[in-house]
């Protein structure tokens, strides 16, 4: 199961905020992420906050879940006040939003625009597992407001598949694509994961080939993370699996990246290439430049001017909170003003726009030259971004540089 949630300070029944962290709220921009924590299975890389039928016990179930979410947007409202706070993002994640019936997911939006109100050119995503969705699904979600849809494709080989224990077959991916553009859908996301035991250098290739294929206008690459827990780590320990390796993982990016240029995207962040800017992933873009946002569902984290919260993790204490009137803040943390800083170069660094030079703390100069220097960093109208050689090794130079 997934790691136990941080510790941090308590959350007021109320769920009400330190007066700072409303300073300036409205000011910045503003989304939600509902997360959607149910899968039909588990993939053996996983640890996110997910459950399948068999793991979910009582107290909680999918066909209550849209009504206990929509209790939580309420709460934001009264959290928030009555400031005027039109909605530029809302993203569904998972788990497996789409294991919901499509009806359940636009009540949910639905409800965001009552109480909050969407902006007329509003992002809104939802990720699917490929084999989740139909045209008619599809078509709900269009009619319903959705404009943008992730799918989670991973590899185009059936053996790199089956490692991660993802069960849709390599071509229906692409299939979602192309159903996903006959419903309406503007944009579209295919993720890929790279360094997956026993894949080669040819197989990521055909993966990047067949994600290219597809059409999409945005695709997401992930190296291959072992996360403590989980089935795959497992494998690894027994030695049933060779360890991903991180040479290897630096090769795939670059192939990635190669090809993905060539066929006309553009990476914007490091692990995002887009066809368009109108193409880039609006939601994501929030998260890395600072806005605010409210994270409905169990285990979800928020974040409202540097004050940082997250729900208590079981669907069942989740909606047992929400039932009692009360929050389902499990803690939260006001973040300091060098915690906001060292979090804003780390996630402004990785972005193709960089981070200003002037903003750097003194100390981190003589860093950035070095970096300059060696070839992982340049200067490019006062801001320093990353060499493509540099996003190879952007943690450590957030490192150097904090």
């Known amino acids: 199961m997934p790691s136990v949630l941080p510790d941090g300070d308590p959350v007021p029944a109320s769920g009400e905020l330190p007066p700072s962290a409303l300073d300036g709220l409205g000011s910045r921009p503003f989304g939600f992420y509902v997360h959607v924590p149910f899968c039909a299975s588990r993939c053996g890389y996983c640890d996110f906050n997910t459950y399948t039928a068999a793991e979910l016990g009582p107290g909680a179930s ?52 009552k109480e909050f109100g969407l902006r007329p050119d509003a992002e809104v995503t939802t990720e699917a597992n490929p084999e989740s969705v139909d045209p008619a699904y599809l078509e709900i979600l269009r009619n319903g407001g959705f404009n943008r849809m992730s799918f989670g494709m991973q590899s185009a080989r059936q053996h790199v598949l089956k490692v991660l224990d993802r069960h849709h077959t390599p071509g229906r991916a692409a299939q979602a694509v192309r159903e996903a553009k006959d419903a309406g859908f503007e944009h579209v996301n295919l993720d890929l994961i790279y360094s997956t035991p026993g894949e080669t250098d040819d197989d990521w290739r055909a993966s990047l080939e067949a994600a290219l294929a597809a059409g999409p206008d945005h695709v997401s690459a992930y190296s291959l993370i072992v996360e403590d827990g989980t089935r795959l780590a497992v494998r690894i320990r027994r030695g049933e699996l060779p360890m991903p390796d991180d040479d290897v993982a630096a090769d795939r990016y670059l192939i990635a990246d190669e090809m993905l240029s060539a066929a006309g995207l553009r990476w914007y962040e490091i692990s995002n290439w887009a066809a368009a800017d109108e193409a880039r992933c609006r939601h994501n873009l929030l998260y890395w430049t600072g806005g605010d946002w409210w994270g409905v569902g169990p285990g979800a984290h928020s974040h409202v001017g540097g004050t940082r919260w997250w729900n208590v993790k079981h669907p069942a204490a989740y909606a047992g909170r929400l039932a009692s009137g009360a929050s389902p803040a499990h803690a939260r943390e006001v973040l300091s003003a060098e915690d906001r800083a060292v979090e804003r170069l780390m996630l402004e660094l990785r972005l193709a726009t960089g981070f200003p030079l002037a903003d750097l703390r003194p100390g981190a100069r ?31 130079l957030v490192l150097d540089l904090t």
Request: hydrophobic share 45%; with cysteine.
């Open 366 to 396: 003589e860093a950035c030259d070095s970096a300059v220097a060696e070839g992982l960093l340049e200067v490019r109208d006062g801001r320093i971004v990353l060499t493509l050689r540099g996003r190879l090794l952007a943690d450590g």
């Open 62 to 113: 999918q066909r209550d879940y849209a009504e206990t979410a929509i209790e939580e947007v309420r709460l934001a409202r009264r959290v928030l006040g009555d400031l005027g706070l039109p909605v530029e993002t809302v993203f569904f994640g998972g788990g497996t939003p789409t294991l919901l019936p499509a009806a359940d997911l636009v009540r949910i939006l639905e409800a965001i625009d």
